[in-house]
């Protein structure tokens, strides 16, 4: 593996992840990027522990070959089933000098400043929710915190279908919002906990009370990768800064091209990898 210099790796299972590297790309443009979609075995919202934390693995390592000494895991459900087995068990026998990061406890950090009550919800796929990563997260870094959770298994079908923006989404997501606030009307804030669920912004606010606050991550995971290379100056050395972007997926580049038009508002180019 290289162990000089090179991108900042970003790893999703599909193509949610692109509203997170938006925004690190927003914050922190002169820096290298590798971004690599497993869109071949996407979903990974309702795979089992192992699995995802196989595939994930199998991405990181990938990402590592491809000269990246640190790779931010742009998915909740990795986040939420892969990543500390993969820090604490994998890393300080591959990879000692690298690092691995997600999407989780960034967001979890910046919760206290957010809500007032104190009592917070948590959207996201079926993985992630059955985890209970936000909820172990948020209760070790700002106790005592109310976490209430709705899982939204067709939040995510619906977006890579292109359906999100027609009036028949509308009753999907006023129905897990419903469903959501019976279980704790005195929340006051919601995290998304889910990479694509930005997209369905719109919407969520459109069936949401006012006063209700609506964490998009992508925004904390960036804020959280500058403040972690500023306070481990020799990492960011090992982080080229040329502006360069590439990006991979394990399916199709003309789909994936398609869908990150969507996310990123710009065309790219795209190259099929197995992994």
Same mark, same amino acid.
């Given at each position: 593996?290289?162990? =000089?210099?090179?991108? %900042? ?9 692109? *509203? ?40 990181? @390592? ?5 000269? #990246?000494?640190? &790779? ?12 500390? *087995?993969? $820090? =604490?068990?994998?890393?300080? @026998? %591959? ?7 997600? &999407? ?6 910046? %919760?206290?400043?957010?809500?007032? *009550? ?11 929710? $059955?985890? =209970? ?10 106790? !005592? ?6 899982? #939204? ?13 027609? !009036? ?5 997501? $006023? ?27 719109? +919407? ?9 606050? &609506? %964490?998009?991550?992508?925004?904390? &995971? ?10 481990? !100056? ?11 972007? =590439? ?5 199709? !580049?003309? @789909? ?15 190259? +099929?990898?197995?992994?």
């Amino acid at each position: 593996m290289n162990n =000089q210099t090179g991108a %900042i790796g970003i790893f999703d299972s599909g193509y949610g992840g692109l *509203t997170v590297f938006s925004e690190i790309k927003e914050l922190m443009p002169k820096y290298d990027y590798i971004y690599l979609g497993d869109n071949a075995r996407a979903p990974y919202g309702n795979r089992s522990f192992e699995t995802v934390y196989e595939f994930t693995l199998e991405a990181v @390592k990938w990402l590592f070959s491809q000269g #990246c000494h640190l &790779v931010i895991l742009a998915c909740n459900t990795a986040s939420a089933k892969a990543l500390k *087995t993969i $820090q =604490q068990v994998d890393l300080p @026998k %591959i990879a000692p000098d690298k690092m691995v990061r997600g &999407v989780i406890r960034p967001t979890a950090e910046c %919760i206290d400043t957010l809500s007032q *009550t104190r009592h917070i919800g948590i959207l996201g796929t079926e993985g992630t929710i $059955q985890s =209970q990563s936000y909820k172990i997260e948020i209760e070790k870094l700002h106790p !005592p915190f109310v976490i209430t959770s709705e899982a #939204c298994p067709m939040w995510v079908p619906l977006i890579e279908n292109q359906e999100h923006n027609k !009036p028949g989404a509308d009753y999907f997501v $006023q129905q897990h919002l419903n469903q959501l606030l019976e279980k704790d009307e005195n929340i006051d804030t919601i995290i998304l906990g889910c990479t694509h669920y930005p997209l369905l912004m719109n +919407k969520i606010r459109k069936f949401l009370p006012d006063h209700i606050n &609506v %964490i998009a991550q992508g925004e904390y &995971v960036a804020k959280s990768l500058q403040n972690y290379l500023q306070k481990y !100056p020799e990492m960011d050395e090992k982080c080229t800064k040329n502006g360069i972007v =590439q990006y991979f997926t394990t399916d199709s !580049p003309d @789909k994936f091209k398609q869908f990150a038009s969507m996310f990123l508002n710009e065309n790219i180019d795209v190259e +099929k990898v197995s992994i």
